[in-house]
């Protein structure tokens, strides 16, 4: 079994930066991807950014590539998500998730995200 738990969410300002901090228990990163995704107030949840399992390669969402940076700590089993020149627009409930190519298994909680303009 495959836990996550988010931190790192919280009010800020347009133009501010914020990073988001995702704990994973066990041998995650040698077994699974690890994704953020997000979920806006009254929209569907949308793929945010990801490593691919070998952890070589990062993709992002058009809407926050340039901004949003996806990083990890092996030996504290936590990836990040390092936000930057934050707009209102990317206000919602941020997840981490696990799984493999055959799709994601595993989420977290989430931790809000708010931004005001």
């Known amino acids: 079994q495959v836990q996550l738990v988010e931190s790192g969410g919280g009010l800020v300002q347009a133009g501010d930066s914020l990073r988001l901090s995702c704990a994973a228990s066990g041998r995650t990163f040698s077994s699974y991807l690890i994704g953020w995704f997000r979920q806006a107030p009254g929209k569907e949840r949308e793929f945010v950014a990801t490593f691919t399992l070998s952890g070589e390669n990062a993709y992002y969402a058009n809407s926050v590539e340039g901004r949003f940076t996806i990083s990890k700590d092996n030996a504290k089993n936590t990836v990040y998500l390092q936000m930057n020149s934050l707009e209102p627009e990317d206000t919602g409930i941020y997840y981490c998730?696990?799984?493999?190519?055959?799709?994601?298994?595993?989420w977290g909680q989430g931790t809000q995200v708010t931004v005001s303009s």
């Open positions: 998730a696990a799984g493999t190519d055959r799709g994601w298994n595993y």
